[in-house]
């Protein structure tokens, strides 16, 4: 198991792995700071290409939100992930 950190990204996102590495994403922990977060994860490469698979959102009133996909979902096409909120992070548990 891999838990990989993804920052506020902004519209943009961030490209986590490309097509060339098969993963599976288990869980997603997302940390609202100073204000409500979101997170959208894409099946693909950077936004534009790639489907949208989940949207997560967590307030600030609630602290620490956890997204937990039990067996996983398996990523083929590249994982993009992008993180929404001031100060706020998202940390991926990957297989």
Do not use: C, W
Request: net charge positive; hydrophobic share 45%; aromatic share 8%.
């Amino acid at each position: 198991m891999i838990l990989k950190l993804v920052a506020v990204s902004g519209s943009v996102g961030k490209q986590i792995y490309t097509s060339a590495r098969t993963t599976i994403l288990k869980k997603i922990f997302l940390t609202p700071s100073g204000a409500n977060a979101t997170v959208k994860v894409r099946d693909g490469q950077a936004p534009a290409s790639a489907e949208i698979v989940f949207f997560g959102k967590a307030h600030t009133s609630g602290g620490t939100k956890e997204f937990d996909f039990g067996g996983g979902v398996r990523f083929d096409n590249g994982l993009h992930v992008t993180v929404i909120g001031t100060v706020a992070q998202a940390y991926l548990l990957l297989e």
